[in-house]
Nanobody, 124 residues
Framework: QVQLVESGGGLVQAGGSLRLSCAASRRTFSSRTMGWFRQAPGKEREFVAAIRWSSGRTYYTDSVKGRFTISRDDAKNTVYLQMNSLKPEDTATYYC?????????????????WGQGTQVTVSS
C-alpha cells in the first residue's frame, strides 16, 4: 500500500506559477513510476507528466513541455510538479499517482494508487 498526499494547488493569474507536491508514504515496487494527471469538469482524466524514481527519467504531455517540470526528492519521498507560464486551460484538479510498471505509462488505468487531488485554477 502506498498513500499519496498532494498539496500546493491554488488560484493564480495567467502567466503565473505554482508548485505541486506529492508526498508518498513509502517507496516500494508499487511506486516505480510517479505520475501527475489532471481532470477538468466534464473532461476525462489526462496525463500530464511522470518520473521514474530510480533513473529520474521524465516524460511530459506535449501541451506542458517547456512549462512544467517534474522532479523528485528521494530523501523526502516526494515528487514535485513545477508549473510555470500557466494558462486558463491548465485549470483542473491535479492528481498524483503511483505505478508499479517498469515502463512509463500515460494512461490512468496503469496507475494503482492515487492521491485525493488538489485544485489548480488559472484566471485570465
Amino acid at each position: 500500500q502506498v498513500q499519496l498526499v498532494e498539496s500546493g494547488g491554488g488560484l493564480v493569474q495567467a502567466g503565473g506559477s505554482l508548485r505541486l507536491s506529492c508526498a508518498a508514504s513509502r517507496r516500494t515496487f508499487s511506486s516505480r513510476t510517479m505520475g501527475w494527471f489532471r481532470q477538468a469538469p466534464g473532461k476525462e482524466r489526462e496525463f500530464v507528466a511522470a518520473i521514474r524514481w530510480s533513473s529520474g527519467r521524465t516524460y511530459y504531455t506535449d501541451s506542458v513541455k517547456g512549462r512544467f517540470t517534474i522532479s523528485r526528492d528521494d530523501a523526502k519521498n516526494t515528487v514535485y510538479l513545477q508549473m510555470n507560464s500557466l494558462k486558463p486551460e491548465d485549470t483542473a484538479t491535479y492528481y498524483c499517482a503511483a505505478d508499479p510498471g517498469v515502463v512509463i505509462a500515460t494512461t490512468p488505468d496503469r496507475y494503482d494508487y492515487w492521491g485525493q487531488g488538489t485544485q489548480v485554477t488559472v484566471s485570465s
